[in-house]
Nanobody, 120 residues
Framework: QVQLVESGGGFVQAGGSLKLSCAAS????????EGWYRQAPGKERELVAQ????????YYADSVKGRFTISRDVDKNTVSLQMNSLKPEDTADYYC?????????????WGQGTQVTVSS
């Protein structure tokens, strides 16, 4: 069973930075996509940033473009999200996701989530 373990959340003032990391229990090259989602209170979970299997950026949400950077370390099987110029509206639970095509369907794997709180 794939395990994803996030770290790096916390409390920060507006304008500050945080870096989230996600460690996978197996090679991230086995996944078609790796990314970060977030869910704010009372809102649906949304995709924030995503890499494809080749390591290229597949997606950034418009709200984070120019402020967040997704990256990966294949040797360490980690995916990171560097978040700069944080805003109060970035406050949410952030989830690491890995997605893999399994013959007939997509298999999605999730971390336990890490909380990010940005104060104004």
């Amino acid at each position: 069973q794939v395990q994803l373990v996030e770290s790096g959340g916390g409390f920060v003032q507006a304008g500050g930075s945080l870096k989230l990391s996600c460690a996978a229990s197996e090679s991230i090259l086995s996944f078609n996509f790796e990314g970060w989602y977030r869910q704010a209170p009372g809102k649906e979970r949304e995709l924030v940033a995503q890499l494809n299997q080749g390591g290229s950026v597949e997606y950034y949400a418009d709200s984070v473009k120019g402020r967040f950077t997704i990256s990966r370390d294949v040797d360490k099987n980690t995916v990171s999200l560097q978040m700069n110029s944080l805003k109060p509206e970035d406050t949410a639970d952030y989830y690491c996701n890995a997605r893999r095509w399994n013959t007939l369907q997509w298999d999605d794997y999730w971390g336990q989530g890490t909380q990010v709180t940005v104060s104004s």
